[in-house]
């Protein structure tokens, strides 16, 4: 595979995803891990290869297991995750997926029991923000394999 078009880390374009990542990394209040968790289940669903090795390197390197990580794709039915992180991932899910059926009552309903309204609304920018990035990548042709953890967004 090659890539389709590369964007210039100093272009407008870049910055604007940039700072949205950079927002949710240093003002989201939301935990390292959880994060790493939605930007990978993101991921998977959208299908971004270059996101899922960024990512499965950056929650690697902040201390998750390979257990989790293999088992996200089967949360449900994975002992793995704590309530919290499961809503995280039904949220995750229902927002990426919002075309198939918007976001269900009860998907809302679990997220509102572990979250503040506050902290529903950083999620739901982290999501927005993983999303936007899987769709450069894959649209752009993203190449794999030669991420190294930290070298794009800085640590919290």
């Avoid at 899910?93 to 919002?98: G, H, I, P, S, W």
């Amino acid at each position: 595979m090659e890539t389709r078009l590369k964007l210039n880390p100093n272009s407008g374009v870049y910055q604007a995803m940039l700072g949205l990542e950079t927002y949710v990394r240093k003002s989201s209040g939301l935990e390292t891990s959880l994060l790493e968790l939605v930007r990978m289940h993101a991921s998977q669903i959208n299908g971004c290869a270059f996101c899922l090795d960024m990512h499965s390197k950056d929650a690697r390197a902040a201390g998750e297991t390979e257990q989790r990580l293999y088992c996200l794709p089967a949360w449900r039915e994975s002992p793995f995750y704590s309530e919290r992180e499961q809503a995280a991932l039904a949220w995750t899910e229902a927002v990426t997926l919002v075309s198939e059926g918007h976001v269900p009552e009860e998907v809302f309903e679990q997220a509102r029991k572990h979250f503040s309204e506050e902290e529903l609304a950083h999620l739901t920018l982290a999501i927005v923000t993983i999303n936007g990035w899987n769709r450069f990548a894959i649209a752009f042709r993203a190449v794999p394999g030669a991420y190294q953890p930290g070298s794009i967004h800085p640590k919290k």
